[in-house]
């Protein structure tokens, strides 16, 4: 199955300055990478995705890049407000059912 | 649209007793799962049905059995509950995979 691998753990920057989360797939044939914003105590929510027939999409201060040939994808969160604070899920698909796997969680901390 | 729907939000249960939890979806998603959340462990599915009338076990399924009720239903049920299962767990839906999973608001589960 897949094996996703998420860091970093934490990650606390100052507001205004950006914030990179990474992740490492195991399945070559995963075609579909999404990015979950779970604030405490809510449920996790869609914040942007990329398949793999591009290398990056954007979405106002969220960009994610994709690297198919070295097997990572990445968040990237520019100019960082005090609502950014949140755990990032990074995922991937595997299995019969392309079930998603997720990554074990970015807690980031935007910092006044 | 209600999205999906978990019930209950919260439960203590002891240590062999059995529950169980409710999802329903009104989007007319095909494919629905259940997942735990742990500290520190992100999102490990459980159970999943990739169409109404199938179910298959995830990364997780020990003490736990499922049923896809109708197209709309997917319920997770503890035979006798664990102090090891002691989580959150959340029910999602998607059209078809790999897409953007929506998640139910969660169960709180407590087993003394």
């Known amino acids: 199955g897949e094996n996703v691998e998420q860091h970093p753990s934490t990650l606390s920057v100052q507001e205004g300055d950006s914030a990179v989360i990474k992740c490492t797939y195991s399945d070559s044939a995963s075609n579909y990478f999404p990015w979950y914003k779970q604030e405490l105590g809510k449920r996790p929510q869609l914040i942007i995705d990329?398949?793999?027939?591009?290398g990056e999409k954007k979405d106002q201060r969220i960009a994610v890049t994709l690297n198919k040939t070295a097997k990572h994808f990445s968040l990237h969160i520019t100019e960082t407000q005090p609502e950014d604070s949140a755990v990032y899920f990074c995922a991937a698909p595997g299995g019969s059912a392309r079930q998603l796997t997720f990554g074990s969680g970015t807690q980031l901390t935007v910092l006044p | 649209n209600a999205g999906v729907t978990q019930t209950p939000k919260f439960q203590v249960l002891k240590t062999g007793q059995s529950m169980t939890l409710q999802c329903a979806q009104d989007?007319?998603?095909?494919?629905m799962y259940w997942y735990r959340q742990d500290p520190g462990m992100g999102l490990r599915l459980i159970y999943y049905s990739a169409s109404e009338g199938t179910t298959d076990k995830g990364e997780v399924p020990n003490g736990y059995n499922v049923s896809r009720l109708n197209k709309r239903e997917f319920s997770l049920r503890l035979e006798s509950a664990a102090p090891s299962q002691t989580s959150v767990y959340f029910c999602a839906s998607t059209l078809k995979p790999p897409d953007t999973q929506y998640f139910g608001p969660g169960t709180r589960l407590t087993v003394l």
């Open positions: 989007m007319n998603h095909n494919s």
């Open positions: 990329i398949r793999s027939n591009v």
